[in-house]
């Protein structure tokens, strides 16, 4: 078990919206090169009663002096501890892409340590653990992760052209391809805590029968949500996406949004 300082957890978990009687805790979790900076936008849409932090991986950012996690146990196993620390309020996950397999990691191991079932966790562009398909991105040269990264959208023409952008995130981008690509999910029983996995009807990553086998990885309720768009639907749905994960979580009274 990873012994965390208040320091350390506060190098994983990034507070985007605090909250002083919090009902729901919403943790994020980014795709592969993304940031916490990428859920930002999300605190506007949250009602009163919702806190919202957001994961910043090691090897970006204010982050960008360590290494990234070399497996999913260098990113799974801080942030459940991280989460541990914090004061006890019902926790939801979501994560995109990577950051869906990532969440999925840590509420099995929060579930494990006795802090679960948890209020859901919705898995967003990413199929589930045994429908995973072969893919190789992290093994070719920077045009091969430039390549896929325009086959993706969701990152600008303008950092893709910038050699000294590139210089900087490429870097991190192949270390996060290579955990994802090389991963191998545990074996072991469905979590408790209920999914959601959402997904866009156009996405290349993943398809509606990939996405809807993640009903086997749970053994209680399951969703599935399909929204118009490729693998960023996220970005122009980003309202409807945030109350869907509400509606998971059982919050959908019509509480204000924050100011």
Do not use: K, N
């Not at 982050?63 to 996690?69: F, K, L, S, T, V």
């Amino acid at each position: 078990m990873t012994i965390m300082t208040t320091e350390m957890r506060d190098r994983w978990l990034r507070c985007q919206r605090a909250d002083p009687a919090p009902r729901l805790r919403l943790v994020c979790f980014p795709h592969a090169g993304g940031a916490a900076g990428f859920f930002r936008t999300w605190a506007g849409r949250l009602p009163y009663g919702v806190e919202l932090y957001a994961v910043q991986y090691p090897g970006r950012q204010d982050r960008i002096g360590e290494e990234p996690a070399a497996d999913m146990d260098g990113l799974a196993g801080p942030v459940a501890a991280a989460l541990e620390e914090l004061p006890d309020v019902p926790i939801a996950l979501f994560g995109h892409s990577m950051g869906a397999a990532v969440a999925h990691e840590v509420a099995r191991r929060l579930e494990e340590r006795g802090r679960g079932p948890l209020a859901g966790l919705v898995v967003s562009g990413r199929p589930a653990p045994d429908r995973l398909r072969a893919a190789g991105v992290h093994l070719g040269g920077d045009a091969a992760l430039l390549a896929d990264l325009r086959r993706l959208g969701g990152t600008s023409e303008e950092t893709l052209a910038d050699p000294a952008l590139r210089a900087l995130v490429l870097p991190t981008l192949r270390a996060d391809y290579r955990l994802v690509e090389t991963y191998e999910p545990r074996p072991g029983a469905p979590i408790r805590t209920p999914i959601c996995a959402c997904l866009g009807d156009a996405d290349p990553e993943v398809d509606v029968d990939e996405a809807a086998a993640w009903a086997d990885q749970t053994a209680g309720a399951f969703g599935l949500r399909a929204f118009p768009g490729d693998h960023f639907y996220l970005v122009a749905h980003e309202g409807e996406l945030v109350r869907e994960v509400l509606r998971h979580c059982r919050l959908s009274d019509p509480w204000p949004s924050a100011p």
